[in-house]
């Protein structure tokens, strides 16, 4: 095996410790889970996670990162949005220089890679997905599996009490715990990834994913593993995770607990013949995508008092403005839309953000906007976008009032742990869709700067 150095990765101003083990054959990335992590300890042989390791940089230049603000990465005060996840997940991709690598996401990592799936799909060869879900507290009658608003504060009530001394160990090794040493183990661990507080952060944040209405989305192709017994995530919710995904491929392990370091030279080798048999998704046309409507409110009426010349002029200073802040915010304009703008996103959060930055900058101009955000499949021809993601996107914009931004129930769950704060309209017939649209208004944000995009 060949082991690494550890180095850094970039995200704007956070640093991610990675290291890459295997010296050859495909690119895999670990997406780590809930509390995986400090690189330093991994090829370690007393670490859990060596024979892992071993086994997959035999055949692969195996990548282990610390997300941010777990083991050697920078520290952080709140648990990162789901669009900061992604984002640090391309940066170890562009560090690695893995163009196409196959994302292996377990527990919290797995909701990562399928949003970094089809948020980027040309990036992608495949994913490899092990006992995770498309959400991870229950939400019946939709979604019977996942842990109840009571256990999630016992859990929480854990954390706090027995953080370092193998808080939570029994979802993650069962009754293994029982056995000398065990339970000492995984608090050893837990002191070398993180703080108590920042525990506790990170469980509410995972509570609170839900992509279940991106997985259709999936192009790559996908291998998703479970183990009946697992009391972190139960085997119907990996099993709904892969009937969610097209084609996906379900293979299941022998029984026992979450962390399946008991049968790891058994299975590791059946897993990596069936993903290797599978070739890379070819590059489509069809991408998720974050789309933003803006739309100057009562536009008419203020050119009718302005005149021709004068609204050109407002005009140019609106373009202006919306161009500056759309770059501040990685926003790209797809095309003006007569008096407003239908913009690009790769996240939610940004988009979201983007629209409420952009709301005080045009008034103090004079200028009073109203904007809609939707994420959803978009079909790219050319320089057009169309598609449904793109219509319902521009219905819920002509639903909002003057100074309003206002959502569908996919940017809220997508904007988890963003400090965006939503509240619920309840479903709307939006004119030309099939089925009513669940829309929500954006009341506040506590984690808003305009210098921070994120």
Known sequence: MSDGQVRYARNGDVHLAYRVFGDSGPVVVWVPGWVVGNVDTYGDPASPYQPLIELFSQETQFVVYDKRGAGLSDPVTNAPSLTERIGDLRAVCDAVEAAHPILMGTGEGGPISILFAVTYPDRVDRLLLYATAARFSAQPPDFPWGFTPDQIAAQLD??????????????????????????????KLQRSIASPHLARLWWQAL??????????????????????????????????LAAGIPNARFLEFPPGPHNAFDILREVVPIVLDLTFERAGAPVDE????????????????????????????????????VDHILSQYGGVRAKHTGDGVFALFDGPTRAVRCALALMPSLAARGIRIRAGVHVGECVRRGEEWSGMA???????GALASAGEVLTSRTVRDLSAGSGLAFEYLGPQCLKGLPEDVDVYRVTSTSAYSPYSPN
């Open 207 to 240: 509570m609170e994913i839900d992509v279940r209405d991106v997985l259709d989305k999936v192009r790559a192709p996908a291998l998703v593993c479970a183990r009946s017994g697992d009391r972190f995530v139960s085997f119907e919710a990996t099993a709904a």
């Open 286 to 321: 069809r991408v998720l995508k974050t789309v933003m409507f803006t739309d100057i409110v009562s536009s008419t009426e203020q050119l009718g008092k302005a005149g021709d010349t004068r609204w050109r002029h407002q005009l140019d200073i609106h373009d202006s403005v």
């Open 158 to 187: 854990d954390i706090e009490k027995h953080w370092g001394e193998g808080a939570l160990a029994e979802l993650f090794h069962g009754d293994v715990v029982d056995l000398p040493g065990v339970r000492q183990l995984f608090g």
């Open 390 to 396: 793109v219509h319902t996107g521009a219905r819920i």
